[in-house]
């Protein structure tokens, strides 16, 4: 069975875990201090979700309100024995719908070129490249897709 819920502060090990799984494809081992004080802040209970799967978290991603117009998909992630099999598929559109519920006009997202192509499949549009951004090998692909108002 697959739940889609809020972030609870328990589920942060579980988070880093996640984020551990993608490290160094997806992350630089040197971004896990950002994500654990990430996820330490009081607002994550509100803006971050978490799928599980059969009990264990899988994916976890958040929605940040940047302005009253834009909202930033951040730390989104699926354990990486799991990807290709629709989690971060489900993950990117409970974001999209609550970025609708906010009312927002346009999303943002900086990723990197390995998962560029799965975010230009769900509406997004590659609006600047920073080599290395992330770090060594990890290319900024700053991305940005815009909301239909509904």
């Known amino acids: 069975m697959t739940l889609l819920r809020t972030f609870n502060p328990t589920d942060a090990s579980a ?8 490290v160094p494809r997806y992350f630089g081992a040197h971004e896990r201090a950002d994500f654990s004080r990430y996820l330490l802040h009081s607002k994550r209970e509100s803006d971050y979700l978490v799928i ?13 309100r940047v302005d009253a117009d834009t909202a930033a998909f951040c730390w989104g992630m699926v354990d990486r024995t799991l990807h290709r099999q629709g989690l971060g598929n489900a993950l990117a559109q409970a974001r999209v719908e609550r970025a609708h519920a906010l009312g927002v006009r346009r ?3 900086s990723t990197s070129q390995h ?27 700053h991305m940005e897709r815009p909301m239909a108002l509904r």
């Open 115 to 141: 998962t560029r192509d799965f975010y230009a499949a769900h509406g997004f549009g590659v609006t600047g490249i920073v080599p290395d951004g992330h770090g060594p090998g990890l290319d900024a692909v």
């Open 107 to 109: 999303l943002t997202l």
């Open 15 to 22: 988070c880093l875990a996640l984020f551990d799984s993608n």
């Open 52 to 64: 599980e799967r059969h009990g264990r978290v899988v994916a976890c991603g958040g929605l940040m």
